[in-house]
Antibody
Framework: EVQLVESGGNLVHPGRSLRLSCTASGFPFGDYGLSWFRQAPGKGLEWVGFIRSKTYGGTTEYAASVKGRFTISRDDSESIAYLQMNSLKTEDTAMYFC???????????WGQGTLVTVSS | DIQMTQSPSSLSASVGDRVTITCRASQSMAIYVNWYQQTPGKAPNLLIYAASSLQSGVPSRFSGRGSGTDFTLTISSLQPEDFATYYCQETYSIPYTFGQGTKVEIK
């Protein structure tokens, strides 16, 4: 069974950092790209960024709103993807989801999400 | 960036009704559209990918159509568990933009 489990969400002050994890199981993690999405309270869904599989260079892409502050990495030996978030702003407050792509359907499985609250 | 204009933003319907939600893209994207269902406090659940392919495990009352710039999601006979918010998403290019969502409520 494919599973993605996010963790690491917390309440943090503006300007601080936080690292989220996405732990995967049930599929060949290294063969898939991983995306992070977020959803602010009561709002719609927003793509944050993704990391390609090593087959495609393991390179990353980011939304303009987080570029230069957020970094995605992956540890294929542990089947974990990370979202390092620096210089957090109040507008980064959201539920953060990870999802995979590269199969028949992109974004077919999602984790349950982890909540990040940025507030003083 | 591609813009996805979804309509209506909300609708009221009864169990057994046929419901159609529309999404229009700001530029042509072949069939690179997903549709999701989301209930409060849960992650989005993929219903349709590549505009018209039914995701495994999704009931056949859900169907998708379209190509280019105009796409639709249809629920042929609304069931109690279908009251939720639905989103379209372009999967053609980053930033993989979503529509604004359609909240389906009980009439």
């Amino acid at each position: 069974e494919v599973q993605l489990v996010e963790s690491g969400g917390n309440l943090v002050h503006p300007g601080r950092s936080l690292r989220l994890s996405c732990t995967a199981s049930g599929f060949p993690f290294g063969d898939y790209g991983l995306s992070w999405f977020r959803q602010a309270p009561g709002k719609g869904l927003e793509w944050v960024g993704f990391i390609r599989s090593k087959t495609y260079g393991g390179t990353t892409e980011y939304a303009a709103s987080v570029k230069g502050r957020f970094t995605i990495s992956r540890d294929d030996s542990e089947s974990i993807a990370y979202l390092q978030m620096n210089s957090l702003k109040t507008e980064d407050t959201a539920m953060y989801f990870c999802t995979r792509h590269g199969g028949a359907a992109d974004f077919d499985y999602w984790g349950q999400g982890t909540l990040v609250t940025v507030s003083s | 960036d591609i813009q996805m204009t979804q309509s209506p933003s909300s609708l009221s319907a009864s169990v057994g009704d046929r419901v159609t939600i529309t999404c229009r893209a700001s530029q042509s994207m072949a069939i690179y559209v997903n549709w999701y269902q989301q209930t409060p406090g849960k992650a989005p659940n993929l219903l349709i990918y590549a505009a018209s392919s039914l995701q495994s495990g999704v009931p056949s009352r859900f169907s998708g159509r379209g190509s280019g710039t105009d796409f639709t999601l249809t629920i042929s006979s609304l069931q109690p568990e279908d009251f939720a918010t639905y989103y379209c998403q372009e999967t053609y290019s980053i930033p993989y933009t979503f529509g604004q969502g359609t909240k389906v409520e009980i009439k």
